[in-house]
């Protein structure tokens, strides 16, 4: 949802890199197109003013001209100074010292509380805690049977004793679930309130009186993030007819410029706790002040994507490949394979790629990446026997048409992951020599190493390729580096001349001569991705 407010900042401060200081017409001149960068995302007027402000005074502070590149320490500033304006530190639950924890969910109708209560409930499961929704909104049509079908989409349970639409008591209803709570040992009880289409006196006696029934250990805000500068007025009404705890942002996956995000906190001085990032249950996620600023100004979120890794990769498995590589053991299709299904379980895989650091100019590539490639990815290798999964050296002609038809696609298309298979194991053999693989101890992600990437990208397919044609074509007669193959390759030749020419077994890339381990540069190749996808970018 910040992509703009992203871009906007980011071009900013390329105008202050490399400057060896920074005059005050060049800080104005920052000042005023962050300025416009947020009024633009439609952030609250004052929250720009006081944002801003802040800026300018340590701009132009000895924090900055005194530094030795004071561009980067503008940068570090406004990173600072964004923290702060999303809430500052993290916020997490506040849990009961006498079980269950009680949260309330409040807000306007359309927000997506009902929805959210299920994200919620998947999430703490996933904590460890044993989540019950209550079914307090019986105004709305249908809002109970909804609240059924996500409790059970989230694998929790509902407490819902009465039909809604229009009949039953809610207050009476939110006061009972705490003792069913008890009864049948549930720590945490998530309460969904009724909202309605704007702010009423009817909605918010009725959002009070069930605070004062259940006496909540947390009430959460839901808040569309798409409502821009509205989202201040409808939060400033509920804080003062409610009192709430905590914001909760859903639909931040939208187009919206991010104006709610970076008012809400700011305005009311309630931290916002979590974000509804995607349509499924896993899309849901702590908010981390510090992580969203940095994605803001494209510096990614690298710790995000390494704990969705650390939830969704088996460590069992992991620790296996791990000792296999460092035996000297090559990664095969097999490991592929376990790796694809952790990385099928983070999810998106373009939110995925979001995440890296600097990841704003391959905008284009990220919004053209086909989702389904993982599929077809996958498709291809289960199209393989266990042997050839195994020792895919055995990978001749015959088999690779077979390989295609089984999985739908084309020879070429199995011939170019083969070969970023090839190099991803070419990876792995010199991150083994090297004496580290990230992902797999050392703190990096697990089972990161050689993971799919994206063809277009630096150090991706299309640059591999270039460089391995540039490097055959200044060779005489397009011969190997490597002594032992350019004899191999003589004696093809004098084999080809007199008749004796047989079909080369596991012709494996194509005609593409990756050389030996030697040859292999990993500079060429980007940190944690190894470029398997055969329908990347170009």
Do not use: C
Not at 244 to 253: E, P, R, W
């Amino acid at each position: 949802m910040f992509n703009t407010l992203s871009d906007r900042l980011t071009a900013t401060f390329k105008n202050l890199r490399g400057k060896g200081r920074l005059s005050e017409a060049d800080v104005d001149a920052t000042i005023r197109e962050i300025r416009r960068a947020l009024l633009d995302a439609d952030v609250a007027l004052p929250v720009v003013r006081a944002f801003t402000g802040r800026i300018r005074e340590r701009a132009l502070s000895e924090e900055v001209s005194g530094a030795l590149n004071p561009g980067q320490q503008v940068v570090k500033v406004v990173n600072d100074e964004l923290v702060g304006i999303l809430g500052g530190e993290t916020r997490r639950l506040s849990l009961a010292k006498r079980p269950p924890t009680v949260i309330m969910l409040a807000g306007l109708q359309g927000a997506g509380k009902t929805t959210l209560a299920g994200k919620l409930a998947y999430w703490l499961k996933s904590e460890g805690h044993r989540p019950m929704l209550v079914a307090a909104d019986l105004q709305r049509p249908n809002a109970v049977n909804q609240l059924q079908i996500v409790g059970e989409r989230a694998g929790a349970f509902v407490y819902a004793p009465e039909p809604g639409n229009g009949v039953g008591d809610p207050v009476q209803v939110a006061t009972d679930s705490i003792e069913v709570a008890k009864t049948k040992l549930h720590d945490i009880v998530i309460v969904d309130t009724a909202g309605r289409l704007g702010i009423d006196e009817e909605l918010m006696q009725q959002a009070a009186d069930i605070r004062t029934a259940v006496n909540p250990d947390e009430v959460l805000f839901v808040i569309d993030a798409m409502i821009g500068q509205d989202a201040v007025k409808t939060a400033e009404a509920f804080l003062e007819g409610v009192d709430f705890t905590g914001v909760v942002l859903s639909k931040l996956d939208g187009d919206s410029r991010g104006g709610a995000a970076l008012s809400v906190a700011e305005v009311t001085g309630k931290p916002i706790m979590f974000a509804s990032t995607g349509e499924s249950m896993k899309e849901f996620e702590q908010f981390h002040p510090d992580r969203m600023a940095d994605r803001i100004l494209d510096m990614g979120d690298i710790l995000t994507l390494i704990e969705q890794a650390e939830k969704n990769f088996d460590e069992k498995e992991t620790e296996k490949l791990k000792k296999k590589v460092e035996a000297g053991e090559d990664f095969d299709l097999n490991d592929f394979l376990t790796q694809m299904a952790g990385l099928k379980k983070m999810g998106s895989m373009k939110k995925m790629l979001g995440m890296m650091p600097g990841m704003s100019q391959y905008k284009d590539q990220l919004e053209n990446f086909d989702e389904r490639e993982v599929d077809r990815v996958e498709a291809i290798v289960r199209s393989m026997t266990p042997a050839e999964r195994t020792n895919p050296k055995i990978l001749n002609g015959s088999r690779r048409a077979r390989i295609a038809k089984g999985a739908g696609t084309t020879v070429t298309a199995v011939n170019q992951l083969m070969e970023r298979f090839t190099q991803a194991q070419k990876m792995m053999r010199g991150m083994t020599r090297g004496g580290g693989m990230p992902g797999m101890g050392g703190g990096g992600m697990p089972g990161m190493g050689g993971m799919p990437g994206m063809g277009g990208m630096p150090g991706g397919g299309a640059n591999r390729k270039k460089k391995a044609v540039s490097k055959k074509k200044g060779r005489k007669g397009g011969q190997s580096g490597n002594p032992a193959k350019r004899a191999q390759q003589a004696q093809a030749q004098a084999d080809k001349k007199s008749g004796k020419a047989q079909d080369p077994v596991g012709s494996a890339f194509g005609g593409v001569d990756l050389g030996n381990d030697e040859d292999f540069d990993l500079n060429n190749l980007p940190k944690g991705f190894g470029g398997m996808f055969p329908g990347g970018k170009k």
